[in-house]
Every structure is written in structure tokens, then in C-alpha cells.
């Protein structure tokens, strides 16, 4: 893994950390010496062993980023224990099963967007005015190739990810003359929890998936965790609104 020594000492919030995406970036930024407050709906045993391996710079809260006093609540806690936040990883979400619009229920479509929008919304206003009077923070919202394309997810989960790319885009377009770096990631095939289905069996998802990747292989987490350690880095400072694409080339041609 690459080594950001600007890093060291920079205090990260991120979602999602119990597994995934999230518990990579958790690992990789507490690897370069950052402290972390990660938050999931509970504490899993790779998160205790997490605590043990750090247990002076990563702190949990369990949290449902869905609700707007769930986030208050967290936020003091961090704020407990720090008077700054350099960095937030927006990055828990979650699938809606290639669901098209007639078959998606106000339920799913509420439930998508909630966990996959609402939570970068609430989360974002609760800590941006401390990187504003800070003039300083760094902002990395987790989109999907279905943010940019059809294809990879179904009507609630990629007009969910579109709209991050959106909000993202508005985010550096109002702030980044006062010290705010603002983008978003945008993952094909990952192996994660989220897509464990694909894996069952004989595993015939997976290897179409791949099958259909130029790369012909799905990406790790600590892959998308190594793209977070680079953006969130001063080596990035002048990436601004940005989508970065890390699909095996999944896109390319759709």
C-alpha cells in the first residue's frame, strides 16, 4: 500500500466500516497513522479486533445514518473526542436487486435512497461547518459505474447513485473556494458482502461479471480503499467534483 505521510495525524469519519469498501478504508487510513471514527449498525468481530489492533485511534459508534438524530448523536460523539474532522468517507449503502421501476415499492425506493443519499446529506451538513471554519476538509462520497450508466443496479439504486454524483458535483461547486475537496468514487465489481449472491453455487454471476470485464476479474475492497487514500491525500488537491472510476474498464464502450 502506498504511503501518504501527510496523513498521519488526519482525523477521518467513515460509514459503512463493519464490512466491505468501508472496513478497507478503515484499515488503510488507520494504517497511515489517521485516527478513525467509523460507524456501521453494529460492532462485528472484525471490528473488535480492529479496536485492539488500534485501540488509541479507532473509536466505533453504531449508528442508522438514516435518521437525522441517529447522526446528532454520533456527531457528539466524535466530537467527545476530537475538534476537528479532516476527512469524511460517505460510504455505506446499499443494493436493491435489479429491481425495475413497476416492481420497486415506495419502501425500497424510500429505504435506497435514505441509506444511500439522505445519509451523505445529514452527515455532510453535520460536520461541513467544522471543515469550513477549519477552511479545510476532504469529502469522498462512495457512487457506482451505476451512477454514470443503466445496467448496474435497478431504478432506485441507480438513480440513487446518480444523484450522488450530482450532490457531489454541487458540493465542490458551492465550497471548494473555502478549503472543500469534494468527490466521489465510482466502483463496478467489487467483492464484497453486498454481492455475495453472485458467489453462491457454482458462482455463474460472478464469473459472467467478469466475464464481461476488460480486466476479466473483480476488484478487491483494499483496491478502492488505496483510490480513498489517494484523493483523500494533498496529492489530490487539485481533483475537484471529480468521479473516479475504478470498474476493471466495465464502462468503457457502454
Excluded at 223 to 241: C, K, Q, R, T
Aim: proline share 4%; with cysteine.
Amino acid at each position: 500500500m502506498t504511503h501518504y505521510p501527510k496523513l498521519t495525524g488526519q482525523v477521518v469519519v467513515g460509514t459503512g466500516v463493519a464490512s466491505g469498501i468501508g472496513l478497507a478504508q478503515a484499515k488503510a487510513f488507520l494504517a497511515q497513522g489517521c485516527t478513525f471514527f467509523g460507524t456501521d449498525l453494529a460492532e462485528n468481530i472484525a471490528l473488535t479486533e480492529l479496536k485492539q489492533t488500534y485501540p488509541t485511534n479507532f473509536f466505533f459508534y453504531p449508528c442508522d445514518i438514516r435518521e437525522k438524530i441517529a447522526i446528532t448523536h454520533l456527531v457528539e460523539f466524535i466530537f467527545d473526542h476530537t475538534d476537528r474532522v479532516d476527512i469524511l468517507l460517505n460510504t455505506a449503502g446499499i443494493l436493491d436487486a435489479y429491481t425495475p421501476s413497476l416492481e420497486t415499492t415506495e419502501e425500497l425506493w424510500d429505504n435506497i435512497f435514505d441509506t444511500n443519499l439522505k445519509s451523505i446529506f445529514l452527515l455532510t451538513n453535520a460536520l461541513l461547518p467544522m471543515m469550513l471554519a477549519q477552511k479545510h476538509g476532504v469529502i469522498i462520497n462512495m457512487a457506482s459505474i451505476a451512477g454514470l450508466i443503466a445496467g448496474g443496479g435497478g431504478a432506485a439504486y441507480t438513480a440513487s447513485k446518480h444523484a450522488i454524483i450530482g450532490y457531489t458535483k454541487q458540493l465542490s461547486f458551492d465550497y471548494a473556494a473555502k478549503g472543500i475537496r469534494a468527490n466521489c468514487i465510482a466502483p463496478g465489481a467489487i467483492k464484497t458482502p453486498m454481492n455475495q449472491a453472485d458467489f453462491l453455487g457454482d458462482a455463474t454471476m460472478a464469473k459472467e461479471v467478469a466475464q464481461n470485464t476488460p480486466a476479466k476479474r473483480w476488484a478487491e475492497p483494499s483496491e478502492v480503499a488505496e483510490l480513498s487514500l489517494f484523493l483523500a491525500s494533498p496529492v489530490a488537491d487539485y481533483i475537484h467534483g471529480s468521479v473516479m472510476q475504478i470498474d476493471g474498464g466495465w464502462s468503457v464502450g457502454k
